[in-house]
């Protein structure tokens, strides 16, 4: 199957390779393989595959990753949009008040 | 879900320590969130004695009825009480050196970790995610540092097993900080695979995951069991436009009110289905090899082709003035139908971030409306022409 690969320069991640201090962690968590060990110190290699999950950021003991965490979801957009928290994607259920809600995506 | 910047050391820890001792002396009863998981639960089946107290036992294997509720789940009846009750579980006979498994209490979150564990014993530790699965619970944080660290406090972890490891679902990440989780717990995250069925791989390699393991797809086969809920969802907005169009349509027509019922009524429900169809089946199955990056263009060329399929099956006669603006509009309609649809899969998809949906939106969403618009207004246009 051809990689699916969403748009072009759009991702917020950035990389200070000053902080970093080579643990790895970073690595380990993200589910594109959008880091790799530059020797070491972590370097960006795909971009454009950066889903903005946060997984890197959150896990590096050195705060050398930052990104602008999100759920790329149309939906929940729209809803947000609408000033609507509740209904769109599974990720902006509202679980205090889950019947709000139609059932979306996961 | 709104944007937060999380450079890793903004985790809320705020009463972490306060709360954390659950069995302390207080004549009151516990936090009620941090009470231990019920034996009396449908899927249990019996308990273990432990240090913490009666533990439900669970099996590996899966019964009828969490297989029916996987399925409702999946079409979207019931889902919002597919929950276990958050705490700790015994998997077969685990005992102090067994690997201890953390989940989210979304039913099919935990079903697809036990029912992947055939033949092994393992401690489940079951987060409060509000019934959310483990990824979406991870962005919104429950499925977090916090809830992790409180739980295993909660549950007792420390007298459970004798060792400090615990294996969280790599999907888990963006919501728990492994660092602190070790500094405030004294346990270390390992993160496991992304699919459970990689769990025995793992845990023969001795906690470690190859590279495979730890990279999302999004094959046919995961975006197909992801079509259900969008279309059950499509669907139930269909059945309300679809007997207006229908009833629109029989002015539209050259003949009388219900002749042309009969005729472009019909074909109306038929191209609406048809871009539904587009939009939230076809758009998802054939997702990798339409064109474009942006979901809205892979959906609109799905719509635009369905669309033309469905006029050429029909002998539309682009001689009439009439059969030029009726076909076009079904073309203008069925594309934004479908674009729009195939863009709210985006929430569905595995590799789309926040940045590149808005960016997405700002000029897909005016286009989809546009279309739409001009597609009804070249329609009833058409009518005057019959």
């Known amino acids: ?106 | 879900m709104t944007e937060q910047d999380s450079t890793g050391k903004k985790v809320n820890m705020q009463g972490v320590f306060p709360m954390a001792p659950v069995s302390s002396c207080s004549p009151e009863s516990p936090h009620p969130e941090m009470m231990p998981a019920r034996l009396d639960q449908p899927f249990a089946e019996g308990f273990m004695e432990s240090p913490s107290g009666r533990i439900p036992r669970v099996s590996p294997s899966l019964r009828t009825e969490d297989r029916i509720g996987t399925i409702k789940a999946r079409i979207g009846v019931g889902r919002m009480v597919y929950t276990v009750d958050p705490g700790l579980y015994a998997l077969g006979e685990p005992d102090r050196n067994s690997p201890v498994l953390v989940t989210a209490n979304y039913k099919m979150s935990f079903d697809s970790l036990r029912g992947a564990l055939l033949g092994r014993s393992a401690w489940i530790l079951v987060l409060d995610t509000k019934g959310i699965n483990v990824w979406c619970a991870a962005g919104k944080g429950t499925f977090g540092t916090e809830e992790l660290v409180l739980r295993i406090a909660a549950v007792g972890l420390k007298n459970i097993v004798e060792h400090k490891d615990i294996i969280l679902p790599q999907l888990g990440a963006p919501g728990v900080a492994a660092h602190l989780v070790k500094k405030l717990s004294g346990f270390r995250v390992h993160y496991g695979p992304i699919r459970a069925h990689d769990l025995p791989a793992y845990l023969d390699a001795g906690m470690k995951a190859t590279r495979q393991m730890r990279t999302k797809t999004f094959s046919l086969k995961e975006r197909a069991v992801l079509i259900p809920i969008e279309l059950v969802g499509t669907l139930r907005t269909a059945a309300i436009i679809i007997p207006i169009m229908f009833l629109v349509s029989g002015f539209l027509g050259s003949k009388d009110f219900v002749p042309n019922l009969l005729k472009d009524g019909v074909f109306t429900a038929a191209a609406v289905l048809s871009a539904v169809f587009a939009g939230a089946v076809l758009t998802p199955l054939l997702l990798p090899y339409l064109p474009g990056r942006a979901f809205s263009v892979k959906g609109f060329s799905a719509g635009f082709f369905t669309a033309l399929l469905l006029l050429f099956l029909r002998g539309i006669d682009m001689g009439s003035l009439h059969g030029v603006l009726g076909g076009s509009a079904w073309v203008l309609m069925m594309s934004a139908v479908s674009a729009y649809l195939a863009m709210n899969f985006t929430g569905a998809s595995t590799y789309t971030s926040l940045s590149g949906v808005k960016k997405e939106m700002r000029w897909a969403l005016p286009v989809q409306i546009g279309a739409g618009i001009s597609g009804i207004c070249l329609w009833l246009l058409s009518g005057f022409f019959a």
């Open chain 1, 1 to 106: 199957m051809r990689k699916l690969s969403y748009l072009k320069n759009v991702a917020t991640l950035t990389v200070d390779e000053a902080r970093c201090t080579g643990c790895g962690a970073c690595l380990e968590v993200c589910p594109h393989e959008v880091l790799r060990m530059n020797g070491r110190r972590v370097q960006i290699q795909d971009k454009d595959a950066c889903m903005e999950c946060g997984a890197c950021s959150r896990n590096c003991p050195a705060g050398a990753i930052s990104v602008q965490v999100g759920v790329g979801c149309a939906a929940a957009v729209i809803n947000g949009m609408l000033g609507r928290s509740g209904a769109g994607c599974c990720c902006s259920i509202d679980p205090d008040n889950p019947s709000s809600q139609g059932p979306r995506c996961c």
